[in-house]
Nanobody
Framework: VQLVESGGGLVQPGGSLRLSCAAS????????IGWFRQAPGKEREGVSC????????YYVNSAQGRFTISSDNAKNTVYLQMNSLTPEDTAVYYC??????????????????????WGQGTQVTVSS
């Protein structure tokens, strides 16, 4: 089981980035896939999540309306489209995945359960 993030980089405030999380060794069916971030000196924060049992999506308040999570089943990849970026979005972004059922998926996507599999992270820097 492997998760590989890509798409990070340096962007100016107000700009956009699309992060990708490619999975190998398993398919995303019946998984919750979450995006997390960790800024220097801060705790890791859940940003967005998709529960593939019903494709319900979740967002932290600061990402609501700016970020969009989506999945491409053919490519076994989950994306995080990030718009209207601010310096406060600067962090290392990680994707994570866990097998879920219809009943416990929300617990993962509401950050109540720990995810099983993690990627190595991709740096996002928002600066002028």
């Amino acid at each position: 089981v492997q998760l590989v993030e890509s798409g990070g980089g340096l962007v100016q405030p107000g700009g956009s980035l699309r992060l990708s999380c490619a999975a190998s060794g398993f398919t995303f069916d019946n998984y919750a896939i979450g995006w997390f971030r960790q800024a220097p000196g801060k705790e890791r924060e859940g940003v967005s999540c998709i529960d593939r049992t019903d494709d319900r999506t979740y967002y932290v308040n600061s990402a609501q309306g700016r970020f969009t999570i989506s999945s491409d089943n053919a490519k076994n990849t989950v994306y995080l489209q990030m718009n209207s970026l601010t310096p406060e979005d600067t962090a290392v972004y990680y994707c994570a995945a866990s097998p879920v059922t219809y009943y416990n998926g929300p617990y993962y996507c509401e950050w109540k359960y720990e995810f099983d599999h993690w990627g190595q992270g991709t740096q996002v820097t928002v600066s002028s």
